[in-house]
């Protein structure tokens, strides 16, 4: 099946240690994304990435970091330079020619 | 920065009913987008909009790409307990391929 994966579903870790989100494609899709949301808030945008080996900052980029080396794969770390990490972040892709966003299943991440 | 606004932020109502719910802007968009999220769930797209004046149907819900293309609407028809879930409207900014998302619309059918 094509989709967008993102592993695990649940995370928990302690504070101070930084942590790697996983999300992978297989829709062959160039631009990936990755939103934060918070209770009864909207998505905001941490990073995006248009093509391969090439990433941009998005609103609340600040304590996190990506990479992308592969065209399937756009793993975050969350460092302990996040304030304040537990949220649920999810992971979305773009086809190229449409502005049409899809989403994974989303990882919940706790940071006691 | 662009923000989109979302009316109602909630919706109490019965099995059956329509539904009706929008999302305005302060600045022009070119694509508006309609999706739909389960609790603990990554949104799923339901309807995307191109054209200014654009009406288009996914089953039981419409969308509309307003005039002035600062505002989109999206109505339910017939509504049914698995309707349950919050709304988002989202577009990509103007120039970019950021995305700004609205703060959502949290629908509640009483059967």
């Known amino acids: 099946d094509g989709g967008i994966t993102q592993s695990p579903k649940y995370l928990f870790r302690k504070e101070g240690q930084n942590v790697t989100l996983s999300c992978e494609q297989n829709?062959?899709?160039?631009?990936m994304y990755w939103y934060r949301q918070d209770p009864g808030q909207g998505l905001r945008l941490i990073y995006y990435s248009q093509i391969v080996n090439d990433f941009q900052k998005g609103d609340i980029a600040e304590g996190y970091s990506v990479s992308r080396e592969k065209k399937e794969s756009f793993p975050l770390t969350v460092t302990s330079a996040q304030k304040n990490p537990t949220a649920f972040y999810l992971c979305?892709?773009?086809?190229?020619?449409?502005?049409?966003?899809?989403f994974g299943p989303g990882t919940r991440l706790t940071v006691t | 920065g662009q923000q989109l606004n979302q009316s109602p932020q909630s919706m109490f109502i019965q099995e059956g009913e329509d539904v009706s719910m929008n999302c305005t802007s302060s600045s022009i968009f070119n694509t508006w987008l309609w999706y739909k999220q389960d609790p603990g769930e990554g949104p799923v797209l339901l309807i995307a909009l191109y054209k200014a004046g654009e009406l288009t149907s996914n089953g039981r819900l419409t969308a509309q790409f307003g005039i002035t293309r600062k505002d989109s609407f999206l109505n339910i028809s017939a509504s049914i307990p698995s309707d349950v879930g919050i709304y988002f409207c989202a577009g990509p900014t103007s120039g970019t391929y950021k995305y700004i998302f609205g703060t959502g619309t949290r629908l509640k059918v009483l059967a």
């Open positions: 979305a892709s773009t086809p190229t020619g449409t502005y049409e966003q899809y």
């Open positions: 829709l062959n899709h160039d631009a």
